[in-house]
């Protein structure tokens, strides 16, 4: 990329990513809100749980296809059609509230709609990013893209919580119809080069149903790419776990102030972490950045289990989420680096969808194991040994869980170190990024983009 094309690269990063950053709060106020109306409604705990797995599952279905779609059309009009789509959710959601006839089916059905139009996002945005943003600035970019993500997660349930008591469900589904709007005009504004077409897009044209599978053909072929994959597949198994019993785990010792709190902290952690990968960039050796991070993951995991203490468990969830964009977002530079870019909807998709699978494995076995292996484990076999160490009151089963969750990506890191293709794999595949292409021409076109994504990234 020359200067010039660099700086409106990033300029069109930036508008996108400003977007889908508002956009993500709307849908997290929605999210909360939503939550709280099927909980009042209903008082059942399995049913606002349930709605979790709605949310997720019908996007990790269709990812597959979501992929070759992105692939097929313009991505920005992919995720035009993304938020628009979405939106119809939301708009159905407020309609009912306005006539005083929801009902708890209809929300299920809303959500699974929003679920599937959300699918096309992500892998196009991603891909988008790719042909926008010059290589050594991916890691930022993905920082940036977290940072988003972290802010959403923190923010907008706390402003949820105050909205819902005063402008009620249907000003908070007003409100999120707005962000998506402010979305769908950032995009009309802007303009995604289209990618050139590579060796592999060739291999891969044929039927949508051809060009879905293509992603799972493409990552299988390449060991050091499916060696990460089922890596992450392993760490979203292990901090599912911990995500879902953290708050059996801190109320069998505390009270609900405290899990409040230490849920705070866990989201400037995310939120710190995403602010120093937007300065940072990450690691130069990605891998290092994946596989290392992920091990010191595992750690703070298994710190966590140790103690029935909320200062020792809050310590551990901060640094659990302040490593998780350093992983998250290394893992994203080499895979934008080394899939080409008219394949990445497909890959990316393909990606998503086997690497979440394990999330909700994680949520339907965690709770049976702590309650009915590893707290009957402490209070008999192990209770002499172990037990003396993590305690063997109630709770303390759970406890053991985060362990043995903690031990998981320790062993999936060894085992990643010991590949040679997983370790190597900056190496042996070929980048289909280039490098910024440095000139005394470029150079006074390239200054202020640093400066101006360094006030995006304040702001």
């Known amino acids: 990329m020359s200067g010039r094309s660099t700086s409106r690269g990033m300029r069109v990063f930036t508008t996108v990513w400003l977007g889908q950053m508002i956009s993500a709060f709307g849908s997290n106020l929605t999210a909360f809100a939503i939550g709280v109306w099927v909980y009042k409604r209903t ?9 979790s797995l709605i949310v997720m599952l019908p996007g990790l279905l269709i990812s597959p296809l979501a992929g070759a779609i992105v692939d097929r059309w313009d991505r920005r009009k992919v ?7 979405a939106s119809l959710g939301t708009l159905a959601v407020a309609l009912l509230l306005y006539f005083d006839c929801l009902a708890v089916w209809h929300v299920v059905i809303a959500v699974t709609v929003i679920s599937v139009f959300g699918t096309f996002q992500w892998p196009a945005f991603s891909a988008a990013t790719t042909l926008l943003v010059p290589k050594e600035h991916l890691g930022r970019a993905s920082g940036m893209t977290q940072l988003g993500q972290a802010a959403a997660t923190i923010f907008a349930p706390l402003a949820a919580g105050l909205l819902y ?10 409100v999120d119809y707005a962000t998506f709007l402010f979305s769908v005009v950032t995009l009309l504004f802007v303009h995604f080069p289209r990618p050139e077409a590579s060796d592999e897009g060739k291999e891969a044209k044929g039927s949508i149903w051809r060009e879905a599978l293509y992603g799972w053909g493409y990552i299988k072929a390449r060991p050091g790419l499916l060696g990460l994959l089922l890596f992450f597949a392993v760490i979203n198994f292990s901090s599912g776990m911990g995500n879902v019993m953290l708050g059996p785990l801190v109320l069998s010792f505390a ?4 899990l409040g709190t230490i849920i705070t902290v866990l989201g400037f952690g995310m939120l710190g972490g995403s602010l120093a990968m937007s300065a940072w960039g990450g690691p130069k050796r990605r891998i290092h950045g994946i596989l290392l991070f992920g091990m ?6 298994m710190v966590g289990g140790m103690s029935a203490s909320a200062l020792v468990v809050g310590a551990a969830g901060f640094l659990l989420a302040f490593v998780t964009p350093v992983i998250t977002g290394s893992s994203q530079v080499i895979w934008q680096t080394k899939t080409p870019p008219d394949v990445q909807g497909r890959v990316f998709a393909t990606r998503s969808m086997f690497g979440q699978l394990s999330i909700p494995l994680a949520y339907l076995l965690a709770g049976p194991l702590a309650d009915k292996v590893f707290q009957p484990l402490l209070n008999g076999p192990l209770s002499g040994n172990v037990g003396a160490f993590i305690g063997t009151g109630q709770g ?14 320790l062993l999936a890191g060894l085992a990643a170190y010991a590949s040679t293709r997983v370790r190597r794999v900056e ?6 990024v280039a490098e910024e292409k440095k000139t005394p021409a470029a150079e006074p076109e390239a200054a202020p983009v640093l400066a101006a994504e360094e006030v995006a990234v304040g702001a």
């Open 43 to 51: 008082e059942s705990a399995t049913l606002f749980s349930l709605l």
């Open 79 to 85: 995720m035009i059609m993304s938020d628009a789509g």
């Open 255 to 258: 009270g609900t102030a405290q």
């Open 396 to 409: 303390r089963g759970i406890g053991l869980l985060f362990i043995f969750a903690g031990c998981l990506p």
């Open 165 to 174: 008591e005063v402008i009620h469900l249907y000003g908070i589904v007003a």
């Open 296 to 301: 010191v993951q595992g750690l703070a995991l």
């Open 427 to 432: 190496d042996e595949l070929p980048d289909y």
